[in-house]
């Protein structure tokens, strides 16, 4: 338990740093992750017996990412489709067989393209958007200070903004790790009856209610109150959130049963590997990112 809560202090201060950073960190770190999730995924299915086009698929997947960094949608979806074609055209010059392309096509789809909308969604919009809890308090703050003839660093702070883009990754992470959280301890706590047991015997029902009503908090906390965003909406995003992100968990648990492995990988000591901190990320990053567009909220 120690190691799993030193390895989570880390990962929550890298992921703010580059987070807050932005631009060719962000984009770089996410095609990392995403290579990283690839290098899990060809290794956990060729346990299982079947080989992937390991370096035609990585190679795919960089040129995905690096077109949902620059926006060029058109230049990702025409990657996609050659990139996908290419796979199925070593059926012919390698031999390679039928399952084998499926498999890997299937990992540009299920890792390249939620990794993408992650980027898309970081750069969704670069307008400043600012802490609406932070600004009200130090503002609140200045007015004090300013009455007793005093200077005061939150006046500073009363002009601190971030990118829509950037609070909306917040808001996406702050969710999705709520859902867990709830999810674990509310169905530890009270869990009884079993929501999927023949593919993830821990999870519950009651642990599921628990992070739907856990992760609509965190949204509106997050969302609203802290960054300004529209309270119905953040709400309603709470709900999609919690949904997407048990569907993700499960679908990974479906793939490592088939492929007989525990963790994905050892990157995150004390939590497995990417695949495991993300594979609901897989899911409420591309969801989160189509509700936002779909809802105009910026």
Known sequence: MAL???????????????????????AGFAIFLSLVAWHEYSSAFRRAGFDT????????????????????????????TLGSLAIFLLTVLLSMRPTEACISVAGLFYIGLPFSHLIMLRFLADEPHQIASLV??????????????????????????????????????????????????????????????????????????????????????????????????????GVLIAIVATLGDLVESVIKRFTGIKDSGILFPGHGGVLDRFDSVLYTAPVFYYFIVASRIV
């Open 53 to 80: 086009a390991y370096i035609l698929s990585a190679l795919t997947l960089v040129l995905l990412l690096f077109c949902a960094w620059l926006g060029n949608i058109e230049e990702l979806l025409a990657v996609l």
């Open 136 to 237: 009200n308090f130090a503002n609140f703050v200045s007015e004090k200070a300013a009455a007793v003839g005093e200077m005061s660093f939150f006046q500073t702070i009363a002009n601190l903004n971030m990118d829509d883009g950037c609070a909306l990754i917040w808001v996406l992470f702050a969710c999705t790790w709520a859902s867990d959280i709830f999810a674990y301890f509310i169905g530890t706590a009270i869990g009884s009856h079993k929501l999927a047991p023949s593919i993830s015997p821990n999870k519950t029902v009651e642990g599921i209610l628990g992070s739907l009503v856990g992760t609509t908090l965190t949204a509106i906390i997050v969302g609203c109150f802290l960054f300004g965003f529209p309270l119905t909406q953040m709400a309603t995003a």
């Open 4 to 26: 799993r809560i030193i390895t989570g202090i880390i990962g929550v201060i890298i992921a703010a740093v580059v987070i807050q950073l932005g631009g060719a960190p962000f």
